[in-house]
T-cell receptor, first 116, second 115 residues
Framework: DSGVTQTPKHLITATGQRVTLRCSPR?????VYWYQQSLDQGLQFLIQ???????AKGNILERFSAQQFPDLHSELNLSSLELGDSALYFC???????????????FGPGTRLTVL | AQKITQTQPGMFVQEKEAVTLDCTYD???????LFWYKQPSSGEMIFLIYQGSYDQQNATEGRYSLNFQKARKSANLVISASQLGDSAMYFC????????????FGTGTRLQVFP
């Protein structure tokens, strides 16, 4: 158990809908990362938040947005869903400050999203 | 742009033998970190080992060691004394530069350990 929790574990929805994925980082970790794992694209970095502020952005679609709340939990919002959005979405956390140092990322169990 | 290449889509190894999983990377930044993660069939990502670009010695963690050859830009994972529970996908990842924590992942290698 990495200490990172994600809910829900599975999510099945229809095209055009909107969903929210939730992540609670390990106790004390200030950074939260979101990754998408799909058969087509592999594991891709989406976005990072550090202590409530966006720190880095990857290949995140405009239909997707995220935020990190004062209690450090994070939510990833996916809207106008398409079939291609079906994937395993991981949240990870680290103590990371963004400065170069050894900052292991601990991954949550993932949320499997299926868009029908 | 940074890139991670894992050329072995699948590998087989007999229990108790050692196996090497290949990883090459491409970056122009002198400061970077290399990670290996394991993903069993249950789906979670498990951190295995880390190597920093300025580390003088190869990293080791129990049965895992990282064969870091900087000039060749390779960071191969060596698993000694393979166990059936080592059967999983293995991903090599890189973090580049001073001001980012984001990881770039390779496509992974599926390792199967047989008795």
């Amino acid at each position: 158990d990495s200490g990172v929790t994600q809910t829900p574990k599975h999510l099945i929805t229809a095209t055009g809908q909107r969903v929210t994925l939730r992540c609670s980082p390990r106790s004390g970790d200030l950074s939260v990362y979101w990754y998408q794992q799909s058969l087509d694209q592999g594991l891709q970095f989406l976005i990072q938040y550090y202590n409530g502020e966006e720190r880095a952005k990857g290949n995140i679609l405009e239909r997707f947005s995220a935020q990190q709340f004062p209690d450090l939990h994070s939510e990833l919002n996916l809207s106008s869903l398409e079939l291609g959005d079906s994937a395993l979405y991981f949240c990870a956390s680290s103590a990371g400050t963004g400065k170069f140092s050894y900052n292991e990322q601990f991954f949550g169990p993932g949320t499997r999203l299926t868009v029908l | 742009a940074q890139k991670i290449t894992q050329t072995q889509p699948g590998m087989f190894v007999q229990e108790k033998e050692a196996v090497t999983l290949d990883c090459t990377y491409d970056t122009s930044d002198p400061s970077y970190g290399l990670f290996w993660y394991k993903q069993p069939s249950s789906g979670e990502m498990i951190f295995l080992i880390y190597q920093g670009s300025y580390d003088q010695q190869n990293a080791t963690e129990g049965r895992y060691s990282l064969n870091f050859q900087k000039a060749r830009k390779s960071a191969n994972l060596v698993i000694s004394a393979s166990q059936l529970g080592d059967s999983a996908m293995y991903f090599c990842a890189m973090r580049e530069g001073y001001n980012t924590d984001k990881l770039i992942f390779g496509t992974g290698t599926r390792l199967q350990v047989f008795p």
